[in-house]
Nanobody, 115 residues
Framework: QVRLVESGGGLVQVGGSLRLSCAASGSIFRITTMGWYRQAPGKQRELVADITFLGTTNYVSAVKGRFTISRDNAKNTVYLQMNSLSSEDTVIYYC?????????WGQGTQVTVSS
């Protein structure tokens, strides 16, 4: 069993920044890809960014240049630095990790951007 604990969500003003963290623990052999998804009410969950074990990153176009994903393999932790936040970034963010072909999800953390 893999447990994911997210932190860092909250309320921020337009143009502000937040940093999300997700720490994985449990039966981890090796985490390959770690990522962040987000889901707005009534919409499908979408990939925001992910990062491979070796550090190759991938971003959805809407966040390129504003968000930065990183990871600490020694701590099994992935981070999402979010800058220049807009009201459109107000959704629930979910951590996702891939462990030996199995995906695991965090419980989600709410990010609210106020104008």
């Amino acid at each position: 069993q893999v447990r994911l604990v997210e932190s860092g969500g909250g309320l921020v003003q337009v143009g502000g920044s937040l940093r999300l963290s997700c720490a994985a623990s449990g039966s981890i052999f090796r985490i390959t890809t770690m990522g962040w998804y987000r889901q707005a009410p009534g919409k499908q969950r979408e990939l925001v960014a992910d990062i491979t074990f070796l550090g190759t990153t991938n971003y959805v176009s809407a966040v390129k240049g504003r968000f930065t994903i990183s990871r600490d393999n020694a701590k099994n932790t992935v981070y999402l630095q979010m800058n220049s936040l807009s009201s459109e970034d107000t959704v629930i963010y979910y951590c996702n990790v891939l462990v030996v072909g199995t995906q695991y999800w965090g419980q989600g953390t709410q990010v609210t951007v106020s104008s």
